[in-house]
């Protein structure tokens, strides 16, 4: 199983931008999946999570600006953001809970992805 994240770069503060996550592999099941991230200098930090079912929750920091979806006949989560702050940079990751077999459950990780908001 990986995941494999995708949609960063570099944008001015105001700005929009939208990562999204695929999951490959052997997969019996996905059930939360979302995003964290980690700025220089900081532990890494829950952005947004989202369950099989839909229901979301949000960091009080990006509440209103960011949102998380996903599509799970494709297995892919996403999280769009809107009116980027400086304080939005960092590397983000996408996370998801996965069963191979009906059985077991793992975490999984993305490569990380990095947002920079600059001027």
Same mark, same amino acid.
């Given at each position: 199983?990986?995941?494999?994240?995708?949609?960063g770069g570099s944008v001015?503060?105001?700005?929009?931008?939208? /990562?999204?996550?695929? !999951?490959?592999?052997?997969?019996f099941r996905i059930n939360?999946?979302?995003?964290?991230?980690?700025?220089?200098?900081?532990?890494? +930090?829950?952005?947004?999570?989202? &369950?099989?079912?839909? =229901? &979301? =929750?949000?960091? %009080?920091?990006?509440?209103?600006?960011?949102?998380?979806?996903? %599509? =799970?006949?494709?297995?892919? !989560?996403? /999280?769009? *953001?809107?009116? /980027?702050?400086? @304080? %939005? &940079?960092?590397?983000?990751?996408?996370?998801? @809970?996965? *069963?191979?077999?009906? =059985?077991? @459950?793992? +975490?999984?990780?993305g490569q990380g992805t /990095?947002? &920079?908001?600059?001027?």
């Amino acid at each position: 199983v990986q995941l494999q994240a995708c949609g960063g770069g570099s944008v001015q503060p105001g700005g929009s931008l939208r /990562l999204s996550c695929a !999951v490959s592999g052997y997969i019996f099941r996905i059930n939360d999946m979302g995003w964290y991230r980690q700025a220089p200098g900081k532990q890494r +930090e829950r952005v947004a999570t989202i &369950t099989s079912g839909g =229901n &979301t =929750n949000y960091a %009080d920091s990006v509440k209103g600006r960011f949102t998380v979806s996903r %599509d =799970n006949a494709k297995n892919t !989560v996403y /999280l769009q *953001m809107n009116s /980027l702050k400086f @304080e %939005d &940079t960092a590397v983000y990751y996408c996370h998801a @809970e996965i *069963m191979p077999s009906k =059985n077991y @459950e793992y +975490e999984y990780w993305g490569q990380g992805t /990095l947002v &920079t908001v600059s001027s």
